[in-house]
């Protein structure tokens, strides 16, 4: 079994050297993942420069692109042979709600979903990336479970959280829906020292609506969440209401 492994935050985190820790119990695993840092990179592909991938080791391929780039680049070209599974992760933090939007670890297993290869993207919801390592011996046991042949729909992914816990707390698995997150106060507007205007995105508190079924329920409550992701974002109950405004020319 090939796996392939690729993440956001880039070939050296401890994220991916775990995830990939654990595919290598369970087949072939190869890592193409960006070079540095593309968290929020969301399923951006680059177009307009050429992408150059760099051999770390004989397993390990970093790439100055995006996730969405690597897994392109690693199924069209790079792996020689088409991967069985992806695996994206383990962020470092979450990914639930609306996040999903954003993040580019989820765009990298949507990138091999829309490619027909399974796929599942892991994240970590804590803030400290040391607590992800202790996960390894659950996910040794769980990604095994996840990685079903023929076990997921086609257009079908499985966003997976891993909460902030030492993975002996963990209470179990739910499977969940996505949430709603709340930001406030998220983009910060200041003076740099030029005494010139910038605005900065990110940080703010950051709330949610934990309604009982949630990805960030499921968390907070001590819960590892799955959700099945589906590519179709089609609001399939409003087509017949949009029908009735007879929209013409
Ligand atoms: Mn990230």
Redesign the pocket.
């Known amino acids: 079994m090939l796996i392939l492994c690729t993440n956001?935050?880039g070939y050296r985190a401890v994220g991916l050297r775990t995830l990939a820790g654990v595919a290598r119990g369970l087949g072939d695993v190869r890592v193409v993942a960006p070079d540095r840092e593309q968290?929020a990179t969301s399923h951006s592909l680059t177009m307009h420069y050429p992408l150059r991938a760099h051999a770390i080791d004989e397993s390990v391929q970093a790439v100055d692109g995006t996730p969405t780039d690597c897994v392109a680049l690693a199924v069209g070209e790079l792996l020689g042979a088409r991967p069985d599974f992806v695996l994206s992760g383990i962020?470092?933090?979450p990914n639930m709600g609306e996040d999903v939007l954003y993040s580019?670890?989820v765009a990298g297993a949507m990138e091999a979903t829309i490619l027909g290869i399974p796929a599942i993207a892991f994240s970590f919801v804590g803030r400290d990336p040391a607590g992800i390592e202790a996960y390894a011996p659950l996910l040794e046991r769980l990604i095994p479970q996840l990685l079903r042949p023929g076990g997921l729909p086609d257009d079908t992914l499985l966003n997976v959280n891993l909460p902030a816990l030492d993975p002996a707390d963990v209470r179990g698995v739910r499977i969940t829906r996505l949430g709603r997150r709340v930001y406030s106060d998220s983009i910060s507007r200041a003076l740099d020292p030029s005494g010139r205007e910038y605005f900065w995105i990110g940080g703010g508190a950051v709330s949610w609506a934990a309604d009982e079924g949630t990805d960030f329920h499921a968390v907070e409550e001590g819960y590892i969440s799955v959700t099945p992701l589906h590519l179709d974002l089609t609001n399939h109950k409003l087509l017949a209401e949009v029908e009735q405004w007879e929209l013409r020319p």
Do not use: A, V
């Open positions: 956001d935050d968290s962020n470092h933090g580019g670890t």
